[in-house]
């Protein structure tokens, strides 16, 4: 079967290299030289180049130059996995067999914009990685494969992304074969479910009347490889990195955001609404007992 790829993120890759290694090579890759956008971006042309794949460089995956390539290409299907743009018509038609879309979560609820962040920074109890059909909304087309992925209460975006992808990998492997046997089977999406928006650097911030939980929550969503939960000192942004809830038995009357104790420039205690945060790993700040972060 004739596989196009779309995609320029580490999952990308990572489906990409999946692929290539059970004897699925796609026959063409439309990708990024580079991108602001995505925190997680991958440049796939090394790849592509080591294992003979033709490849094209695009910032906008609906131009004609990038429909000309697929055209060209001829591909059975289409994959975009890990695109930060809606394709057009002109573009998911092309292939005979469809487009299919990935998104890590449980559809149709929680379409949108930063799905495991979301996930991460809402306290959820699980996610899902999802295939889907691209119809030319967001998120909305039927669903091809869908595994749900429990989050426990230690991940954070890396480790709940390395569970999303060590899932979806298996995914795309029996669904190529379906599509290949004409077996693959399309469920309708309900018009149930809801969409999560864009965040902004505002959502970042750690505001310390914030309950332990969802300061720990908002932390642990932010980290690495995404841009950091952070709070302000004077004029200074700090980004913070891991931290640890602790009770606050006998501070109950501790205002929120003072400086409990201070181990290091990177490890200090803070009390928030209803606990005591323990900030484990963040970028240097000057901080000393007492001080309070507002």
Not at 19 to 44: E, K, W, Y
Not at 196 to 224: C, E, F, H, P
Request: proline share 6%; aromatic share 10%; net charge neutral.
């Amino acid at each position: 079967m004739r596989i196009v790829l779309i995609g320029c993120v580490k999952s990308s890759a990572y489906f990409l290299n999946t692929l290539i290694s059970n004897a699925h090579c796609p026959v063409g890759v439309v990708t990024r030289a580079q991108s602001r956008m995505n925190s997680d971006f991958f440049d796939l042309s090394p790849v592509c180049a080591a294992n003979g794949i033709p490849y094209i460089q695009v910032t906008d995956a609906n131009a004609p130059y990038s429909a000309n390539f697929i055209e060209q290409c001829r591909p059975d299907i289409l994959y975009c996995f890990g695109w930060s743009q809606l394709l057009a018509p002109h573009i998911f038609q092309i292939p005979k067999l469809g487009t299919v879309g990935f998104h890590p979560a449980k559809l149709p609820n929680n379409r949108g914009r930063h799905p495991l962040i979301w996930a991460l920074a809402l306290g959820l109890s699980e996610t899902a990685s999802t295939f889907f059909q691209i119809d030319g909304q967001a998120d909305t087309g039927g669903i091809i494969s869908q595994e749900v992925i429990p989050i426990s209460y230690t991940d954070d975006a890396a480790s709940l992304y390395e569970k999303v992808l060590q899932t979806a990998g298996k995914q795309v492997l029996s669904f190529t074969e379906a599509f290949s046997n004409g077996t693959v089977g399309i469920q309708p999406q309900s018009e149930a479910g809801n969409s999560w928006r864009k965040r902004s650097v505002q959502d970042g911030k750690i505001d310390w009347r914030m309950s332990g939980r969802a300061i720990y929550n908002l932390v642990r969503a932010l980290t690495k490889p995404y841009p950091g939960a952070h709070f302000e000192w004077g004029h200074e942004i700090v980004k913070v990195w891991k931290v640890e809830e602790s009770p606050a038995a006998g501070m109950e009357n501790i205002e929120c955001g003072k400086v409990i104790s201070v181990q290091s420039p990177i490890n200090f205690y803070v009390k928030a609404y209803d606990s005591i945060i323990h900030v484990v790993d963040c970028d240097p700040v000057p901080l000393k007992k007492g001080d309070y972060l507002l």
